[in-house]
């Protein structure tokens, strides 16, 4: 089902102003990665779908339908905790089946379905096993198979790896996806962190601060970011302070082209990525900058160069044109690509 | 074992044997001092049986009662915190600060007939003092701490998380509580249980200033040896604190066995908890 997000608002009880005037679409079948710092208000965003909580303003749709005041019994979505959250004292056939219960299904599709679903989670052999036996990445599979037990509408993570080693965390990963892919069930996860949602997520929705600074692809908020935040936040960036003078802005000697709409000697933020500067040694007269230090990261090399304004930018080299260059040489750079954002 | 320290090892071992085994000794020794049957004739008395049945009955209800009791206040305490809540913190424990005889002294004079209160609820056909009314009252006054302070940490360990999973899976209030809440708490409920009865089991202050003590009506397990020791009959006081005891020790052995899979479940917990801080 597709979620709608209308002016939403939430301060809780204590003033903590957690989602101010959100607004966004998720379109039916969508994943979207919910991705900020911490205190950006993504898990408020989480539990105001789940109806866990109310908004203080605004409204929240599903499927069309206006959900504001439902309470989350009748919202049909299915949440994964952080820490799963599985009720310790029942098997993990009972978890499962807990909400087809609640749902009054007949013992006979009960059954059907926990089965289908341990099958599906590969988990047949532990449908008589308590939460406390099972590894992490089990129990992040039952609470899997909990949440999707009553066919919801929508699927919830609430930062459903944090809490598990990284190996495995790349397996879970990718399981989830294909699981998404096997239901066609629209899912949001939260996130911290940007690997995850650019990976995992057909469109990421970035939080800073409770307001929505972009949704977007993967490499829209990556290429074409709309914002400083997104752009310092996802990936890495090299990020300077300049005024902007005759329409142009000018770093480490170098003009930048600038939105022509923006007024003149106003403050602006200059984001370039380390991928989009090349370098070239050059004659110390010529040079932009000397390099300080490289290191070797497997597909590039970092090379951080100090300017002549002493300023410290992160040039990534692609390891294919082998240009590591050694510390102390004098080099040119070009800025391929750059964002500038009014401050 | 060690015994580097021979006087700290003599000193508790003396006066544990001099203030305890040696006084529970004597009334073992004097119990069967007739032997076996004047024993079994001592605590079968109808006098006797009376009393032990209306102690375990009234020791039930009051169980009963304060567990309920024990685990609404908890919930109030820990969850709900309303303004008045340090106050009523305070307040539980009133009962363990205040001398038993003065509980039963207050209720005589709250719901005696000299009072306004006792002289309306006669009017109305409620009799509190000198009945078994009053020492419920006494009862569930003395072990209400017990209950709430059982069920606090019980309750405070909870897991919101849980019970928010079930609501999104279609729970109700009511079922959350049924499914999910309840059997949690299900070791600590029977542990708020037994040491309310226990506790109610023993009592006697409070009891022989509220029951009135007649015979076959309101005469209490404890309340009927000291009249036996009174009437200079030590070996009926002996035979009917055995019992007594032995309903106690019952209650307690159940008791020592919930706390220990109290502590399993805290050590799984524990492990748990540790493992995934490992992990993060």
Same mark, same amino acid.
């Given at each position: 089902?597709a979620?709608?997000?209308?002016?939403?608002?939430?301060?809780? +009880?204590?003033?903590t102003?957690?989602?101010?005037?959100?607004?966004?679409q998720?379109?039916?079948?969508e994943m979207?990665?919910?991705?900020?710092?911490?205190g950006?208000?993504?898990?408020?965003v989480l539990r105001?779908?789940?109806?866990?909580e109310? +908004?203080?303003k605004?409204?929240?749709?599903?499927?069309g339908?206006?959900?504001?005041?439902?309470? #989350?019994?009748?919202?049909?979505?299915?949440?994964?905790?952080?820490n799963?959250?599985l009720?310790q004292?029942m098997?993990?056939?009972?978890?499962?089946?807990?909400?087809?219960?609640?749902?009054?299904?007949s013992?006979?599709?009960?059954?059907?379905?926990v089965?289908?679903?341990?099958?599906?989670m590969r988990?047949?052999?532990?449908a008589?096993?308590?939460?406390?036996?099972?590894?992490?990445?089990?129990?992040?599979?039952? %609470?899997?198979?909990?949440?999707? %037990?009553?066919?919801?509408q929508?699927?919830l993570?609430?930062?459903?790896f944090?809490?598990i080693d990284t190996?495995?965390r790349?397996?879970l990963r990718?399981?989830?996806?294909?699981?998404?892919?096997?239901?066609?069930?629209?899912?949001?996860?939260?996130?911290?962190?940007q690997e995850?949602?650019?990976?995992?997520a057909?469109?990421v929705?970035?939080?800073?601060?409770?307001?929505?600074?972009?949704?977007?692809?993967?490499?829209?908020?990556?290429?074409? #970011?709309?914002?400083?935040? /997104?752009?310092s936040?996802?990936?890495?960036?090299?990020v300077?302070?300049?005024?902007?003078?005759?329409?142009?802005?000018?770093? %480490?000697?170098?003009?930048?082209?600038?939105?022509p709409?923006?007024p003149?000697?106003?403050e602006?933020?200059?984001?370039v990525?380390p991928?989009? /500067?090349q370098?070239?040694?050059?004659?110390a007269?010529e040079?932009? %900058?000397?390099?300080?230090?490289?290191?070797?990261?497997?597909?590039?090399?970092?090379?951080?160069?100090?300017?002549?304004?002493?300023e410290?930018w992160?040039v990534?080299? +692609?390891?294919?044109?082998?240009?590591?260059?050694s510390a102390?040489t004098?080099?040119?750079?070009?800025?391929?690509?750059?964002f500038?954002?009014?401050? | 074992?060690?015994?580097?320290?021979p006087?700290?090892?003599s000193?508790?071992?003396g006066?544990?044997?001099?203030i305890f085994?040696?006084?529970l000794?004597?009334?073992?020794? @004097?119990?069967? &001092?007739?032997?076996?049957?004047?024993?079994?004739q001592?605590?079968?008395?109808?006098?006797?049986?009376?009393?032990?049945?209306?102690?375990v009955?009234?020791a039930?209800?009051?169980a009963?009662?304060n567990t309920?009791m024990?685990?609404?206040? *908890?919930?109030?305490?820990e !969850? !709900?915190?309303p303004?008045?809540s340090?106050?009523?913190?305070?307040?539980?424990? =009133?009962?363990?600060?205040?001398?038993?005889?003065?509980s039963g002294?207050? =209720?005589v004079l709250l719901?005696?007939?000299?009072?306004?209160?006792?002289?309306?609820? &006669?009017?109305?056909?409620v009799?509190?003092?000198y009945t078994?009314?009053?020492?419920?009252?006494?009862l569930?006054f003395?072990?209400?701490p017990?209950?709430?302070?059982?069920m @606090?940490? *019980?309750i @405070?360990a909870?897991?919101?998380? @849980?019970?928010? *999973?079930?609501?999104?899976?279609?729970a109700?209030?009511?079922r959350?509580?049924?499914?999910?809440?309840?059997?949690?708490?299900r070791?600590?409920?029977g542990?708020?249980?037994?040491?309310?009865f226990?506790?109610?089991?023993?009592?006697?202050?409070?009891?022989?200033?509220? &029951?009135?003590?007649?015979?076959?009506?309101?005469?209490?397990?404890a309340?009927?040896?000291?009249?036996? =020791?009174?009437?200079y009959?030590q070996r009926?006081? &002996?035979?009917?604190?055995?019992?007594l005891m032995?309903?106690?020790?019952?209650a307690f052995?159940i008791? *020592?066995?919930?706390?220990?899979?109290?502590?399993?479940? !805290?050590?799984v917990a524990?492990?748990?908890?540790?493992?995934?801080?490992?992990?993060v």
């Amino acid at each position: 089902m597709a979620i709608e997000f209308v002016e939403v608002e939430k301060v809780y +009880p204590g003033g903590t102003r957690s989602v101010r005037g959100v607004s966004f679409q998720i379109r039916e079948g969508e994943m979207v990665g919910v991705l900020g710092p911490s205190g950006s208000g993504k898990t408020t965003v989480l539990r105001l779908i789940t109806g866990l909580e109310r +908004p203080t303003k605004g409204d929240v749709w599903i499927g069309g339908r206006r959900v504001t005041d439902l309470p #989350p019994q009748q919202r049909n979505v299915g949440l994964v905790f952080q820490n799963y959250a599985l009720f310790q004292h029942m098997t993990v056939y009972d978890n499962i089946s807990f909400g087809l219960k609640e749902k009054r299904v007949s013992q006979n599709e009960i059954d059907h379905r926990v089965r289908e679903l341990l099958r599906f989670m590969r988990l047949e052999t532990y449908a008589n096993r308590f939460p406390h036996e099972l590894s992490g990445g089990q129990q992040q599979r039952v %609470a899997l198979a909990r949440a999707l %037990a009553p066919r919801p509408q929508i699927l919830l993570f609430d930062e459903p790896f944090a809490a598990i080693d990284t190996q495995i965390r790349r397996e879970l990963r990718t399981f989830v996806r294909q699981v998404h892919e096997e239901t066609g069930v629209t899912s949001l996860f939260v996130t911290h962190d940007q690997e995850e949602a650019l990976e995992v997520a057909d469109r990421v929705l970035v939080l800073h601060e409770g307001r929505v600074e972009q949704l977007g692809t993967p490499e829209e908020v990556y290429e074409r #970011p709309e914002t400083l935040f /997104v752009a310092s936040f996802i990936g890495e960036s090299n990020v300077w302070m300049r005024p902007l003078q005759n329409g142009h802005v000018e770093v %480490a000697g170098i003009a930048l082209p600038v939105d022509p709409s923006l007024p003149d000697s106003a403050e602006v933020a200059v984001v370039v990525r380390p991928k989009d /500067v090349q370098i070239e040694p050059a004659s110390a007269d010529e040079a932009h %900058a000397q390099v300080i230090r490289s290191a070797f990261k497997g597909a590039y090399s970092a090379c951080w160069v100090r300017t002549k304004d002493c300023e410290i930018w992160e040039v990534h080299i +692609p390891s294919t044109e082998r240009h590591r260059e050694s510390a102390g040489t004098w080099v040119r750079m070009r800025v391929l690509k750059s964002f500038v954002f009014p401050r | 074992m060690r015994f580097e320290r021979p006087a700290l090892y003599s000193l508790v071992s003396g006066v544990l044997v001099f203030i305890f085994v040696l006084p529970l000794g004597a009334v073992f020794e @004097q119990a069967f &001092s007739g032997g076996w049957f004047s024993f079994v004739q001592a605590v079968t008395s109808p006098i006797a049986l009376r009393a032990f049945e209306l102690t375990v009955g009234l020791a039930l209800l009051t169980a009963i009662l304060n567990t309920a009791m024990g685990l609404l206040t *908890a919930v109030v305490l820990e !969850r !709900r915190r309303p303004p008045f809540s340090i106050a009523l913190d305070a307040v539980i424990d =009133l009962p363990l600060s205040i001398p038993t005889a003065v509980s039963g002294l207050m =209720l005589v004079l709250l719901y005696g007939p000299a009072s306004p209160v006792g002289r309306w609820l &006669s009017q109305h056909g409620v009799t509190v003092v000198y009945t078994r009314l009053g020492i419920l009252f006494a009862l569930l006054f003395v072990t209400v701490p017990y209950a709430v302070r059982t069920m @606090q940490p *019980a309750i @405070q360990a909870l897991d919101i998380r @849980q019970e928010e *999973a079930a609501w999104i899976l279609g729970a109700s209030g009511k079922r959350v509580w049924l499914r999910v809440i309840l059997p949690v708490l299900r070791h600590a409920l029977g542990s708020a249980f037994l040491l309310t009865f226990t506790r109610a089991m023993i009592e006697f202050g409070s009891v022989v200033m509220v &029951s009135g003590n007649k015979p076959m009506h309101t005469e209490m397990a404890a309340v009927y040896i000291y009249g036996l =020791l009174e009437n200079y009959d030590q070996r009926g006081a &002996s035979a009917a604190s055995v019992v007594l005891m032995m309903f106690c020790a019952i209650a307690f052995v159940i008791e *020592a066995r919930i706390l220990a899979l109290l502590g399993r479940a !805290r050590a799984v917990a524990c492990t748990k908890a540790e493992g995934e801080t490992r992990y993060v």
